[in-house]
């Protein structure tokens, strides 16, 4: 018995081809469909001052100093970066540290987790500790955080023998965040400034108090953007996996009707041959 083959309508050849199209855009990068373009948040704007104040203002060739990095502020943060430039000539600062309780506090009374994440790390050889952050996790949405003043980070240093001068102590790569909105997205605190300290070492008297400045001066906010997010973001099908943006996931609402079309299509045009 001979299989006749009938021409294919033409709505049927439509569907066929949009199959094609569509299976074509499942086996795309999923970078190429869909960009990934978070709504900015606007800066709150907030009287902020961070500084660095130390234990003594005077020292001699083998004398130990604290360094506490504080904060003043009348909006709710919930964390900030930092990193921290010396003379490596003059003094040294070693890896221990002990968290402020501005945060710390904060984050125990309202069961949330106070992270330092990356921990300070020291580079005594250039004289800076690498960026860092201290930021409070846990917190519902919306639920608030510290305001006022308050200790965030204490780091420690040693005078070297036979040092002599004035060593400026000063914070770089500032960025301060605020306590996130209804969905937990945090936005930078603007109008935050920063003041840096100095120690004098051997003979002299104290060294002056260094005026505050707006830590977007140039020197001052120069690193990179961190990730102070409270929450965890959840992944959706929609979120790239990849680095270099290869190889996403296309969701299933997409998926389903394309499927669905190219089973049809395909039955019918099956049945078509054999008639």
Same mark, same amino acid.
């Given at each position: 018995?001979?299989?006749?083959?009938r021409?294919?309508?033409?709505?049927?050849?439509?569907?066929?081809v949009l199959?094609?199209?569509l299976?074509?855009m499942?086996?795309?990068?999923?970078?190429?469909?869909?960009? !990934?373009?978070?709504?900015?948040i606007?800066?709150?704007?907030?009287?902020?001052?961070?500084?660095?104040?130390?234990?003594?203002?005077?020292?001699?060739?083998g004398?130990t100093? !604290?360094?506490?990095?504080?904060?003043?502020?009348?909006?709710?943060?919930w964390?900030?970066?930092?990193s921290l430039?010396y003379?490596?000539?003059?003094v040294?600062?070693?890896?221990?540290?002990?968290?402020?309780?501005?945060?710390k506090d904060?984050?125990?009374?309202?069961?949330?987790?106070?992270?330092?994440?990356?921990?300070?790390s020291?580079?005594?050889?250039?004289?800076?500790?690498?960026?860092?952050?201290?930021?409070?996790?846990?917190?519902p949405?919306?639920s608030?955080?510290?305001?006022?003043?308050?200790?965030?980070?204490?780091?420690?240093?040693?005078?070297? !023998?036979?040092?002599?001068?004035?060593?400026?102590i000063s914070?770089?790569d500032?960025?301060v965040?605020?306590?996130?909105n209804?969905?937990?997205?945090t936005?930078?605190?603007?109008?935050?400034? =920063?003041?840096?300290?100095?120690?004098?070492?051997?003979?002299?008297?104290?060294?002056p108090?260094?005026?505050?400045?707006?830590?977007?001066?140039?020197?001052i906010?120069?690193?990179?953007?961190?990730?102070?997010?409270?929450?965890?973001?959840?992944?959706?099908?929609?979120d790239?996996?990849?680095?270099?943006?290869?190889?996403?996931?296309?969701?299933?609402?997409?998926?389903l009707? =394309?499927?669905? =079309?190219?089973?049809?299509?395909g039955?019918a045009?099956f049945v078509?041959?054999?008639?």
């Amino acid at each position: 018995m001979k299989m006749k083959c009938r021409m294919i309508p033409l709505h049927l050849s439509s569907l066929i081809v949009l199959a094609c199209l569509l299976l074509g855009m499942l086996v795309m990068p999923s970078a190429a469909v869909f960009a !990934d373009q978070p709504t900015p948040i606007p800066t709150q704007m907030s009287n902020t001052l961070l500084s660095v104040d130390l234990s003594r203002s005077n020292a001699k060739p083998g004398d130990t100093f !604290d360094i506490a990095i504080n904060i003043e502020t009348d909006r709710q943060t919930w964390g900030l970066q930092f990193s921290l430039h010396y003379d490596p000539a003059l003094v040294e600062l070693s890896t221990a540290y002990e968290p402020g309780g501005f945060y710390k506090d904060y984050a125990d009374a309202n069961n949330g987790t106070l992270m330092v994440i990356p921990e300070p790390s020291i580079d005594n050889t250039k004289g800076l500790v690498k960026l860092s952050s201290v930021t409070v996790v846990g917190l519902p949405a919306g639920s608030g955080g510290p305001t006022g003043k308050g200790t965030v980070i204490t780091l420690h240093g040693k005078v070297k !023998d036979g040092a002599n001068g004035t060593v400026k102590i000063s914070l770089a790569d500032i960025l301060v965040s605020d306590a996130g909105n209804a969905e937990g997205k945090t936005a930078a605190l603007g109008g935050v400034k =920063v003041r840096d300290a100095q120690l004098v070492i051997g003979s002299g008297g104290p060294a002056p108090t260094m005026s505050a400045i707006m830590a977007t001066e140039p020197g001052i906010q120069s690193g990179p953007t961190p990730t102070l997010e409270p929450t965890i973001a959840k992944r959706t099908s929609l979120d790239n996996p990849d680095s270099n943006g290869q190889g996403g996931n296309i969701p299933w609402i997409i998926i389903l009707p =394309v499927i669905g =079309v190219i089973a049809v299509g395909g039955g019918a045009f099956f049945v078509l041959r054999k008639k």
